[in-house]
Structure formats: structure tokens, C-alpha cells
């Protein structure tokens, strides 16, 4: 490598790299200068090398700028400034040209350097001249200063070459820089084809679904006829207009998006639960305790207090039809069914039914633990579903028809939620008539359904009332008397229920304005409890309220 010094006219270069053997043409004045020296600058940093220029042209520009072509030489050191009388900047530069010389280690990185530059020009579409110039040039350092030429190589890149002045050095960087070229325009080929064959892809479905199109209009189940029907079946299907502007806003985003798509199987699969939806229909109400009491004595023996029960509440249901009285959200009943397993209380339901001429639904709530189960499931879930209360209403066909919540005593709780929240606000009059279903995310009005409650018995529960009821002690004392056997032979359920029954009517209308309830056991009084003036008196009343209602009883 030789070494040299000599002073030549400094030219800073603004964010410009210009390597020897390149040719650059700027628009700069040199004056006479037969050589300049061109050096990297950057925000005021200037590099510490640089490349000796030769001036091949002088250019005359039309605006009577000046322009010169210049043609790098070799590397320089730049060193001490000084300026001449009419403001020039000379720079004292030392000279580094090339080593010729080269061995074994610098021949191989030769080859491999031009084997990855003809990849990467391979990769490029280069037609051939570019690889030919490659691989005419034969010296170690011009063949390193190629990666110069590159425009994906970064400023700092170009400096940090410009200053390597040991020849293996600079073949090892090049070498590194464009391998690193060659690994990002793989990604950027592999990304590419994989994007052209998304597009042939979506182009040949593209062709593959007009053609289909063509076959379903020749046979008239073309798109839109499927989109028509649907909404021929909004419009017949009497919805609220908040539930009809959703279906409509869903049947849109359908007809936007074509059939052939995803989203459209979960759009379809929404509007068909809509649809399910019974929204304008209702079942013809009956009120007639007349024939309701028929209907219960034809299909059950004895329970006569229950039998009682739902006479009762459906001649004050008659009374207020009849009288005009308005309905109120804030107030409402549940009948409550409460025994044994197998004595008739999913009977009982059907019975009613019947008898008020309604649909009957049962719904098993038996181990439930999620609350989805009552609400359903959102949309962005697979597999996602309404809820049970949905579900019951289409299977119904009306809006007012009879659900028996079977078995709602053993609802349980987990980390998925508490189904028993969920069904106050199925079960509150103050809340069901705006319940939203998270799947089909609009409100149903369940304030005309019937629901009748079922749950089992507490054998605590019993035997806390048994024990505090003296009306209570005189029925089995009866039955003893009746019966030859021990007191504590098993009857059947169904007179289990009957007798259990019996004695709470007749407790309950000895003293009908008890308030309180033994614990564990299901039914709500009718009427609020009196305010208690004596703790004695207090005691009573806890005794007499705790006989007035079983776990075995029906009740509001």
C-alpha cells in the first residue's frame, strides 16, 4: 500500500459517499484544480477518509451554473486544512492506494463475494450486464467497492467501507453486507410468492365463483335470491324495530361480502337464531279457574292445597284482566314447586299449561355452572350459541308460553360465572322485560312468559319446620293413629307430598300473615311480616311463620 502526501482542494460531500473507479458529476466549483479531494459529510461530521478525484469534464449548466465530472482515483487520509487567499479550504491528504498483492484467503473471498453478488442480482432480474461488469473487474479493492453501487446499503455502511483501507478487511465487510442483502431479499422473494400465489389463489376462486354464480342464476338460486329470502322473512317475521335494524344492518354486511366467505356462514347462522325467535306470536290465553281446577283434578289425586294455589292465581290473573287493571313490570309472581323427586311436579306444569292454553317448555337446570347457559355465548366465540332462554322460546313457538325451571335448586357456581345471577334477571318482572342474550345481543321481552320453579327439598330444612310447628306434630300424630305401622314407614312420593302439602295449607291459613321462612327452603311470602314488639312475641311469630311454609309446599 503505498503513501503519499499532497495538498488538494477539499469538497465536502453532504450525506454522499464516492468510492474509487465510480464516476460522479456535481455541481461544484473547482476552479482550476486538475484533482480534488472528496470526503463523507454528515450534520458537520466530516469522515476521516476520502477519495481523490480526477476532473475529466468541466459542464456548463443552462441556469450558468458549473458543473464537473469526476472520476474517483483512490483513498486518502485526511489531514491538516489551511485556506488559500480567496477562501478556499485545502486539505493536506495522505495517499492510500491498493495493494496489488493478494493470497490465498483473499482469492476465496473473491469467489465467494461474486458468487453471492450474482445471487442477489439473480434475485433482482438482472439481464446479464451488471454481472458481466462483476466479474471483469480483477482487483481485490475495486471488486470490494462494488457494494458502494448497492442502494440498500446505508450511509454509515459506505463510510465504514470507505475508511477499511486493508484490502481482506474490506472483502470480509462487503462480503458480510451483502449477505446480509441476500438473506432480506430471500424474505422479500419467499413474501412475494407467497402473496402472488394468495392472488392466483383468490383469482381463481374469483373466476371458480362467477362461474357458480352463472350456474346458480341458470338454475334461480343465485346470491341474490338467497338475500331476498332472507329478507322476505325479516319483513314477515314482525320484529321489534330495534331487533329489525340489526337484522337488516347484518343482511347488508351479507350482501356486501358474498356467500362464498367465512364471515357469511357466521352472519347466516345469526340471522337464522333471529328468525328462530317467535316475535310475534302468542299463544291464546285462557283464564278460567273453573276449568283449570278440572284439568287439575283429571290429571292428579289429592295435592289439594297446591291445586288451591293455582286456582288462586289464575282467578286473580281473570280479576285483573277483567277489571282493566295495567300491568306492573315492578311487581309479578313465580309459582314454586317444591317435593320430592317423582311427585308430579313436572306434571303440575304441563297441567297449567294446558289448562291456560299455552306452550310448555322444560328446562333442566340441574348442575348447571356456567352462566352461558342462561345468557349464551358472544358471536367472536366458535362454536358460540344462544342461551337457554332462546332456545325455549323457539322450541315454544309463542313468546307467553310456560317454562318450568326444573330442578333450580341445584344450580352451582365456578369460575366461569353464577348462573343464579343470571336468572334474577330472567326471573326479577323489573328486569325481564329487556333480557339480552350475549349472542344475539338485543333485548327479548320475557315479562309475558310463565315460568313455574321446581326444586327439591332440604332435609334440614324439614326438619326445621317439622320441629317448630305444632300443627306440624298434630298431622303425624293423626296419621299414626290412622296407620297400624310404625310412623316412620315409607309411604310413597306421591303421598308424601300430599300429606306434606296438606298440613302446610292448613298451617298457612291459620295464620296467614306470617312473613318469615324456615331456612333452606324456596318460597316467598305474600305478604310482608309485622314488626315485632316483644322478643317473646318475636318467637311466636318465628315458629308460626317457619310451620306456615315446607320445603314439601307450593307457593308464590
Not at 113 to 137: K, Q, T
Not at 308 to 326: F, H, P
Not at 489 to 498: E, I, V, Y
Not at 538 to 552: G, H, K, L, N
Request: aromatic share 4%.
Amino acid at each position: 500500500m503505498s503513501t503519499n502526501q499532497i495538498r488538494l482542494l477539499l469538497v465536502p460531500l453532504d450525506d454522499i459517499v464516492v468510492f474509487p473507479n465510480m464516476n460522479v458529476t456535481l455541481t461544484v466549483d473547482v476552479g482550476n484544480e486538475d484533482r480534488v479531494f472528496l470526503i463523507p459529510k454528515h450534520e458537520d461530521e466530516y469522515a476521516k477518509v476520502g477519495t481523490v478525484a480526477e476532473v475529466t469534464d468541466r459542464i456548463r449548466l443552462p441556469g450558468g451554473g458549473n458543473a464537473v465530472a469526476l472520476n474517483g482515483l483512490y483513498r486518502g487520509i485526511a489531514g491538516a486544512a489551511v485556506t488559500d487567499s480567496q477562501g478556499r479550504l485545502f486539505i493536506e491528504v495522505e495517499e492510500r492506494r491498493d495493494d496489488e498483492s493478494a493470497d490465498g484467503r483473499i482469492r476465496e473471498l473473491e469467489r465467494e463475494y461474486r458468487a453471492v453478488v450474482e445471487e442477489i442480482l439473480e434475485l433482482r432480474g438482472d439481464d446479464g450486464r451488471i454481472s458481466a461488469f462483476v466479474r471483469s473487474i480483477t482487483e481485490s479493492g475495486a471488486l470490494a467497492d462494488t457494494t458502494g453501487y448497492s442502494p440498500d446499503i446505508t450511509f454509515d455502511q459506505k463510510v465504514e467501507l470507505l475508511e477499511r483501507l486493508d484490502v481482506r478487511e474490506r472483502l470480509e465487510l462487503a462480503l458480510e453486507l451483502q449477505r446480509e442483502r441476500l438473506a432480506l431479499l430471500q424474505v422479500r422473494r419467499r413474501i412475494q410468492e407467497d402473496v402472488e400465489s394468495g392472488v392466483e389463489q383468490q383469482q381463481r376462486e374469483y373466476i371458480l365463483r362467477k362461474q357458480l354464480e352463472s350456474i346458480r342464476k341458470e338454475l334461480g338460486e343465485d346470491e341474490a335470491s338467497v338475500v331476498e329470502e332472507y329478507r322476505a322473512k325479516i319483513e314477515d317475521a314482525g320484529m321489534p324495530e330495534a331487533v329489525r335494524g340489526e337484522a337488516d344492518s347484518e343482511l347488508s354486511r351479507l350482501e356486501r361480502m358474498g356467500d362464498q366467505t367465512p364471515e357469511a356462514t357466521v352472519i347466516r347462522n345469526y340471522l337464522d337464531w333471529l328468525l328462530a325467535v317467535p316475535w310475534s306470536k302468542r299463544s291464546e290465553e285462557r283464564l278460567d279457574p273453573q276449568y283449570t281446577r278440572e284439568v287439575l283434578e283429571k290429571d292428579h289425586a289429592g295435592l289439594e292445597d297446591v291445586k288451591d294455589r293455582i286456582v288462586e292465581y289464575i282467578a286473580v290473573a281473570k280479576l285483573r284482566k277483567e277489571r282493566g287493571v295495567e300491568e306492573d313490570r315492578r311487581s309479578g309472581a313465580i309459582l314454586t314447586l317444591i317435593g320430592p323427586p317423582g311427585t308430579g311436579k313436572t306434571s303440575i306444569g304441563e297441567s297449567i299449561a294446558r289448562a291456560t292454553g299455552r306452550e310448555f317448555v322444560r328446562m333442566s337446570l340441574g348442575g348447571i355452572r356456567d352462566e352461558a347457559e342462561i345468557r349464551g355465548h358472544r358471536r367472536t366465540y366458535i362454536g358460540a350459541l344462544p342461551g337457554r332462554l332462546v332456545r325455549a322460546l323457539r322450541d315454544a313457538g309463542t313468546m307467553n308460553p310456560v317454562i318450568m325451571l326444573d330442578e333450580v335448586d341445584k344450580v352451582g357456581a365456578d369460575w366461569r360465572g353464577d348462573p343464579s345471577s343470571a336468572l334474577l334477571e330472567v326471573l326479577d318482572p323489573a328486569q325481564n322485560h329487556s333480557f339480552r342474550d350475549n349472542y344475539l345481543d338485543v333485548e327479548l321481552d320475557l315479562s309475558q312468559v310463565f315460568f313455574i320453579a321446581t326444586g327439591n327439598p332440604s332435609t334440614r330444612a324439614r326438619r326445621a319446620c317439622a320441629s317448630s310447628s305444632a300443627s306440624w306434630a298434630r298431622s303425624c300424630a293423626r296419621r299414626r293413629q290412622r296407620s297400624p305401622r310404625s310412623p316412620r314407614r315409607r309411604r310413597s312420593r306421591s303421598t308424601r307430598l300430599r300429606y306434606e302439602t296438606h298440613s302446610v295449607a292448613r298451617s298457612s291459613s291459620a295464620r296467614p300473615r306470617s312473613g318469615r321462612r324456615c331456612p333452606g327452603s324456596r318460597p316467598v311470602s305474600l305478604r310482608p311480616p309485622p314488626a315485632a314488639t316483644s322478643s317473646s312475641s318475636r318467637r311466636r311469630r318465628t315458629r308460626t311463620a317457619t310451620s306456615s311454609f315446607s320445603p314439601d309446599s307450593s307457593a308464590t
